[in-house]
């Protein structure tokens, strides 16, 4: 183990996390993480004070990495500022192919951690709200950037269609955990791909 226990620390968060996924977070027990580990009562505690520290360093950690896969596809799709319905269809496009790599249905933790709100801190909680947030934030953006040169075809509530993002990724992650077979997310990105390329029009030029 190096001296800081990184090791230790990010295999009980691994560990932790796929016990979640399986058990759901209350019916994981620190007996079976300890288990799942190898490691001893004292190494979990050193670096977990409760479970509690270990719920909120775990979604920490999993928020931290969905925004960055975001933030990536923002960089990838930056070239296409000037073209703003594509850049919004290409940012997509990037989880569609991401989501295309996953075979087992992908599980998420926002989803494991809503499911049973009374297991955790209202610090916890507020940190998926503000990941949500973030990603509203972000869609809200590039909406805006598309309505600046096209119309849409119909009436829409921007901050709706933003969160509309989100949730289909969330329900795409229940509907392929229910169904168990493999992960459906892709498929319906692409739905989501083909709604927004048909929402838009290009702004009548006038004179």
């Known amino acids: 183990m190096g001296r800081d226990g ?30 799942r580990t190898g490691i001893t009562k004292g190494a979990f505690f050193y670096h977990f004070k409760t479970k509690n ?26 070239n296409l500022k000037e073209k703003p319905l594509e850049r ?8 569609i192919d991401m989501m295309c790599e996953v075979e ?16 955790f801190d209202e610090e916890t909680l507020n940190h998926i709200a503000e990941t949500m947030l973030t990603w509203r934030t972000t869609m809200e953006l590039l909406i805006k ?12 509530d921007i901050k709706s269609l933003a969160d509309h993002t989100v949730v289909i990724f969330e329900g795409a992650f229940v ?14 990105l692409k739905h989501l791909r083909n709604y927004f390329q048909l929402l838009f029009k290009p702004k009548k030029t006038t004179g």
Do not use: W
């Not at 090791?7 to 620190?30: H, Y």
């Not at 969905?66 to 596809?73: C, G, P, S, T, V």
């Not at 919004?88 to 989880?95: G, T």
């Not at 087992?104 to 297991?119: F, K, R, V, W």
């Open 53 to 78: 520290a270990l719920a909120r360093a775990l979604i920490e950690e999993f928020a931290r990495e969905d925004i960055f896969h975001m933030n990536e596809a923002l960089k990838k799709t930056e």
């Open 6 to 35: 990184r090791p230790t620390r990010d295999k009980i968060l691994a560990e932790s996390k796929a016990l979640v996924f399986e058990n759901g977070f209350s019916g994981t027990s620190i007996d079976q993480i300890l288990e």
């Open 145 to 156: 950037d598309v309505l600046e040169k096209y119309d849409p075809t119909v009436d829409v």
């Open 104 to 119: 087992d249905p992908y599980s998420c933790l926002y989803a494991s951690y809503t499911y049973e709100p009374s297991q």
């Open 175 to 188: 509907v392929s955990k229910a169904l168990k077979g493999r992960d459906l997310t892709a498929d319906h």
């Open 88 to 95: 919004l269809l290409q940012f997509i496009q990037e989880f």
